[in-house]
């Protein structure tokens, strides 16, 4: 059974659609930059000064075209970047093509549902059937609220992670009904929650076993959205329409002990 309700339909044909003019929507690079932002102040000794420190592999779920993790790969060891939509992949693939990209970017069209996944990369490149890779940070930037069972998807991240690796995972925040209008109703396939509640977050996370686990507001950001569903048509206001609302986003930090 999938665990985040993205099977091929709803969330996976929207995506793909919107893959080859993802990068074109200014609201979505500002977004990916204040992420990365808040990501470096949570975890600054992973990005730290000292040169003789191991740079950390990094998996981002839901990498999309790949917005965070070029930002994040020149501090890097390995960054695997994973998306259900194959064309975010593609987009993300055709970027790398370019000798100016980090080279260090792993890019894969799967749904992650288990840690041993076999097209993983290995732990060991020379037992490529062996345990898969394991992460020292894992983020993921405006995608839990796509997933309908949130508390399974961090279950496999935590399976994902080495000893003492955390998770450090961006999102809007549910701060109550008014925040379903951060999608237009022609974007609402694929939805699951309209942002992640705090309290809810910090439970599941929890539940799932990690430590020193805090869900925070780091940022918030002015959004078009509709005066009414369906105000825009395919989602795309025209001159004049909306009204200018601001989101917060959270944070949400926890380590695998
Ligand atoms: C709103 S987009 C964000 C993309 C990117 N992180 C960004 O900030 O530009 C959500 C992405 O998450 C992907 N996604 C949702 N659930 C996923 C899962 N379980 N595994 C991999 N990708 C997933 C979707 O295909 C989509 O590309």
Redesign the pocket.
């Known amino acids: 059974m999938s665990?985040?309700n993205?099977e091929p339909g709803a969330?996976?044909d929207r995506?793909n659609a919107e893959?080859a003019t993802?990068d074109s929507n200014p609201f979505?690079r500002a977004?990916?930059l204040e992420?990365w932002k808040a990501i470096q102040a949570r975890v600054p000794a992973l990005f730290g000064a000292d040169s003789a420190q191991a740079k950390p592999d990094v998996l981002?779920?839901?990498?999309?075209?790949g917005?965070?993790s070029l930002e994040v790969a020149p501090f890097a060891n390995r960054l695997v970047a994973?998306?259900?939509?194959e064309g975010?992949i593609r987009v993300l693939s055709s970027k790398l093509e370019s000798p100016s990209t980090p080279q260090n970017i792993h890019p894969l069209a799967?749904?992650?549902?288990d840690p041993e996944d076999e097209r993983l990369p290995p732990a060991d490149e020379a037992a490529p059937h062996g345990p898969r890779l394991k992460y020292d940070l894992i983020i993921?930037?405006?995608?839990l609220h796509?997933?309908k069972d949130v508390k399974s998807?961090l279950t496999t991240m935590f399976g994902c992670l080495k000893q003492g690796g955390v998770v450090a995972l961006t999102d809007f925040e549910d701060f109550g009904p008014e925040a379903k209008r951060f999608h237009p109703e022609a974007k609402m396939a694929?939805v699951e929650h309209h942002g992640i509640g705090r309290e809810w977050m910090a439970g599941l996370m929890k539940k799932v076993g990690f430590k020193d686990f805090k869900v925070e507001v780091e940022w918030e950001h002015p959004k078009l959205v509709e005066k009414y569903p369906g105000e825009f048509k395919n989602g795309k206001p025209a001159a004049g329409q909306g009204d200018l609302m601001t989101f917060t986003y959270v944070l949400c930090f926890g380590r695998r002990e």
């Open positions: 665990a985040s993205l969330g996976n995506f893959a993802w979505v977004r990916s992420a981002d779920i839901g990498c999309g075209t917005l965070l994973i998306d259900a939509a975010m799967i749904l992650l549902e993921s930037n405006l995608v796509h997933i998807v694929g």
